[in-house]
């Protein structure tokens, strides 16, 4: 974060929001892996606990650990929300260039809020013993599903016309934009592997659970050992690559910039139709 404040530009505080969110994401998956299971719960897979039972006080470590896990989620979803919401905007721009724009930080912080409030909301009904902590994981297990599938679909969408935008743009001014092409495609088709791969796993898990919750009344024996860990596995190495992946691009995109800046010979920079300070990542290189 502090590297990417001293090579200035327009868009440092969005990138800076990016480190922000990867490092938050990394503090919240690490406080839940280091913490042993057993300060959370007497049982490794899944049980069901009901608020306030005074016969099962562990009913507090399930509350603690769920909010511990659907925060790192949600700070992890938050990144590429950040990108979607960015590349809507520049997008909108070059497409509908006489449309009104909403402020994209304040899009952000509005989709976030309302997956905030919704945790919130399961949060308090567990609490109100509307249902017990194997309820909590069901909605988040539903809700992450249904954000991977909106992720991938907006990705797809958005990767497609920003690629033709900067192909454009480039064939104009007679300058290169290979290497933000790339760029889009490494986001795109790992963004796209990883929601795919999380919408998969949260809806598996979620038929799992309705089946085992339907058929039994608790989920307790849902999962075996050996499931519960090819579960948590698959789900968090995963978000360790895509962290990794991300950290890469926005380091190797400073990387290019500031050589660039040192040796650009007779390059000059694609023409923005927007003066505004915030329309500077008209450059099209935003998380780029």
Not at 78 to 100: E, Q, T
Not at 233 to 240: D, P, T, Y
């Amino acid at each position: 974060m502090a590297w990417s404040r001293r090579q200035g530009g327009a868009e440092t505080t969005v990138v800076t929001a990016f480190y922000s969110l990867i490092l938050l994401t990394s503090v919240l998956r690490a406080l839940w892996f280091l913490i042993p299971n057993s300060v959370f719960l007497p049982s490794y897979v899944p049980v069901a606990y009901i608020a306030f039972d005074p016969d099962h006080p562990s009913w507090v470590g399930a509350f603690i650990s769920e909010l511990l896990l659907s925060a790192g989620s949600l700070s992890l979803f938050s990144i590429f929300i950040l990108i979607l919401v960015y590349w809507a905007d520049i997008l909108k721009k070059y497409f509908y260039p006489g449309a009104r724009r909403t402020k994209p930080m304040i899009t952000f912080l509005t989709l976030v809020a309302v997956l905030v409030l919704i945790e919130i909301l399961n949060a308090s009904f567990f609490l109100a013993k509307m249902y017990s902590s194997e309820g909590m994981i069901l909605v988040n297990a539903i809700l992450l599903a249904s954000v991977s599938i909106v992720c991938v679909c907006e990705i797809t969408i958005f990767s497609h016309r920003f690629r033709t935008v900067l192909k454009t743009l480039g064939a104009i001014n007679q300058v290169s934009t290979e290497s933000q092409v790339k760029r889009i495609v490494w986001i795109t088709v790992t963004g796209n592997l990883f929601f795919f791969t999380r919408a998969f796993l949260e809806a598996v898990f979620a038929f799992m659970l309705i089946i085992y919750w339907h058929r039994n009344g608790t989920v307790a024996e849902a999962f075996s050992h050996e499931l519960w860990d090819a579960y948590i596995g698959l789900k968090h190495w995963s978000e360790v690559a895509i962290l990794c992946l991300m950290l890469y691009i926005l380091q190797s995109r400073f990387t290019a910039n500031a050589g660039a800046a040192g040796g650009r010979g007779g390059y000059e920079q694609v023409p923005d139709n927007d003066t505004s300070g915030e329309a500077k990542m008209g450059n099209v290189n935003l998380a780029v």
